[in-house]
């Protein structure tokens, strides 16, 4: 009788040794509960994080459509809109960008700051799978927001905002909400403390976002301040999403989507980067 022990069962020996993988694909086990874990956070304090949110975005077209009397049509794209149809998808998409950064600045800051950052960097996840469950749950906000934002704008006196394509709507939706996540991560990495990501979100994030055509057409700006609307990605962001709605939009949709394509490659390549590093978060 023979003393080795089977095959299989040397197999399995080896397979379950120290420094040999056991998973050796995608982690989809691990990569779906932290993007649970992420979703389930905000959820926690949804009034905070999906509701509040919602209604400070529904107090500006109050303000801008009912309280300034802003009722004047605007041109876009050489044809003429209700001043409300043209600023409602803009809040929609300004609502969802802010959170999508503010989600995912939290997530790494939270943990450096109360020392839990090794829950993060413990677990058999890879580079990408951590970046993808971190990017996922800040998306999945900018859409529950922006969702909440649009039926109850659906609902308001004077509003036009059913989408003429609603592909549009999704695919630049996506695209930004995508641009601010990684944003955020890149600032919760680099952050030490939160007074570094609200300088982030009060000095960049918001006049970014007020000044690239959310409330006003580039096209009726100087010479100078179209060139920097031009050059802002919100710009095209918000542009991109307005189509969807409007059919007409200040830039070339296929341009700004490539624009920002471009720029969520980059983003991500950086943030896999540091991520892979360890910099700011294992030192």
């Not at 200040?250 to 360890?278: E, H, K, M, T, W």
Request: aromatic content about 12%; proline content about 6%; glycine content about 10%.
């Amino acid at each position: 009788m023979s003393s080795q022990p089977p095959i299989g069962e040397i197999q399995s020996a080896i397979r379950n040794a120290p420094g040999v993988p056991v998973i050796r694909n995608v982690n989809w086990g691990g990569l779906k509960t932290l993007y649970v874990k992420e979703v389930r956070r905000f959820f926690k304090v949804q009034l905070q994080t999906v509701w509040a949110p919602a209604i400070t975005t529904l107090l500006f077209l109050v303000i801008f459509t009912v309280a300034n009397g802003a009722r004047s049509p605007v041109r876009v794209g050489g044809e003429t809109v209700a001043f409300a149809d043209f600023v409602a998808p803009g809040l929609i998409i300004m609502g969802m960008l802010q959170n999508a950064f503010a989600n995912a600045s939290f997530s790494l800051l939270v943990g450096k700051i109360q020392g839990t950052i090794v829950d993060y960097l413990q677990p058999p996840l890879s580079t990408a799978e951590l970046l993808a469950a971190l990017t996922g749950g800040a998306v999945t906000r900018a859409f529950c927001v922006g969702g909440a934002v649009w039926l109850a704008m659906l609902l308001w006196p004077g509003v036009h905002i059913v989408p003429r394509h609603p592909l549009a709507v999704l695919w630049f939706g996506l695209l930004g909400a995508t641009f601010l996540a990684l944003a955020g991560v890149l600032t919760s990495i680099w952050a030490e403390k939160f007074d570094h990501a609200a300088a982030v979100t009060n000095f960049v994030i918001a006049p970014l976002t007020l000044l690239s055509g959310t409330f006003y057409s580039v096209d009726h700006l100087a010479p100078a301040f179209r060139a920097f609307s031009h050059a802002n990605p919100f710009f095209y962001i918000i542009s991109g999403f307005r189509y969807g709605f409007l059919g007409t939009a200040d830039s070339p949709v296929l341009l700004g989507s490539v624009v920002i394509l471009v720029l969520d490659i980059v983003l991500a390549g950086l943030c896999y980067a540091l991520l892979r590093s360890g910099w700011k978060l294992k030192s």
